[in-house]
């Protein structure tokens, strides 16, 4: 009997790319030096810390919540924000200076379910070359958790990701991990994060508006759930790593 694509994929091993995993990224590194090095010189020697304040901010923000379409727009930039790897905690906590906590909470898992049932689909479509030229190194032991874990591995690899965001999605979506594992391991999975970047974004709009009334000890409290629930899942994946690699 000829092996699956899953099978397949599970029994090549990563070791074209071990080789590549050690060495530096030094170029992207500089790049990444050369970009915070503008921002800060165009912050310190030219008017743009005069022109991004905390009274602009707040306005742009009510100006985006009184567009009428402004909900549906933000809940689809999820998907192409995806796909392009831009920062999706830099986009919810932009929706929640916009929205409020708790209708940016909302517009941000709408926006990251869609985005994550389209990533998965895509997944079901494309060509395996084309999956493995998407997911890289990162293919064979993502496939193998997510076909032998479902739900609990999507969970995981939601709250610790094992990949971009997109390329999860694809791979679930390649090796046909059920729909309702992956859906509800993504919200369960993103929840976390969605709910502590809405924290900091109802922080963040309370410190535009008047420092003296943001709460520390929320702020607190939230970092250290978090990094408690990153700690007990980052001890769970090496735990299955280490069970699948004997």
Do not use: C
């Given at each position: 009997?000829?092996?699956t ?130 997911a ?31 390329v ?8 046909r ?31 535009l ?38």
């Amino acid at each position: 009997m000829p092996p699956t694509h899953t099978s397949t994929w599970a029994k090549r091993g990563p070791a074209k790319g071990k080789a590549g995993k050690r060495r530096p990224a030094w170029g992207k590194i500089l790049i990444f030096a050369l970009i915070f090095a503008a921002l800060a010189a165009a912050w310190r020697f030219t008017p743009l810390s005069e022109f991004i304040t905390g009274e602009n901010i707040s306005a742009w923000a009510r100006a985006v919540r009184d567009y009428p379409w402004a909900p549906v727009i933000v809940i689809l930039a999820y998907t192409p924000t995806a796909f392009l790897m831009f920062p999706r905690p830099v986009l919810t906590l932009f929706t929640v200076i916009a929205f409020g906590p708790w209708l940016g909470f909302v517009y941000g898992m709408v926006g990251v379910v869609i985005s994550a049932l389209v990533t998965y689909y895509a997944g079901r479509v494309l060509k395996r070359d084309t999956v493995k030229r998407v997911a890289g190194d990162n293919l064979n032991h993502a496939a193998k958790t997510v076909r032998d874990h479902g739900l609990l591995a999507m969970i995981a690899m939601r709250i610790v990701p094992a990949a971009p965001f997109a390329v999860e999605g694809i791979i679930a979506g390649a090796v046909r991990i059920k729909l309702w594992h992956y859906t509800l391991g993504t919200v369960l999975g993103m929840a976390p994060g969605m709910l502590a970047t809405s924290v900091f974004g109802a922080q963040l709009t309370a410190a535009l508006e008047d420092p003296s009334t943001i709460n520390w000890w929320i702020i607190a409290a939230v970092v250290a759930v978090f990094v408690a629930m990153t700690y007990v899942v980052k001890r769970w994946l090496a735990a299955r790593h280490g069970h699948a690699s004997r």
